[in-house]
């Protein structure tokens, strides 16, 4: 069973980065696929991307390609999102959440009921 706990989000003006990270505590994410998902306030929880077990492939929403970058440090137990060119319009708060699966559809992976384990989320703001 795992923990998952989201740091690094705060205030970007647009066209800045930012870099969100997700730690895990209880087991390795080494066998965990790892997704980023995120809210705005007033809407509904979308999929950013999602990262397979350590060594696996990368999968990102087709609105953040060329732009947003998903990668795991096994030594720290994290998967971090590096995210660049940030618009106004994604202030959000994002969410990582994983699950012990190896999932082989795009569909499943950004699916929310995908994952059984989920943060509480770190906010980002983006100004304009």
């Known amino acids: 069973q795992v923990q998952l706990v989201e740091s690094g989000g705060g205030a970007v003006q647009a066209g800045g980065s930012l870099s969100v990270s997700c730690a895990a505590s209880g087991r390795s994410f080494s066998n965990y696929a790892v997704g980023w998902f995120r809210q705005a306030s007033g809407k509904e929880r979308e999929f950013v991307g999602a990262i397979t077990w350590s060594g696996g492939p990368t999968y990102l929403a087709d609105s953040v390609k060329g732009r947003f970058t998903i990668s795991r440090d096994n030594a720290k137990n994290t998967v971090s999102l590096q995210m660049n060119s940030l618009k106004s319009t994604e202030t959000a708060v994002f969410y990582c959440?994983?699950?012990?699966?190896?999932?082989?559809?795009?569909?499943?992976?950004?699916?929310?009921?995908?994952?059984?384990?989920w943060g509480l989320g770190t906010q980002v703001s983006v100004s304009s």
């Open positions: 959440a994983a699950a012990r699966r190896f999932y082989t559809e795009y569909d499943t992976y950004k699916a929310q009921n995908s994952y059984e384990y």
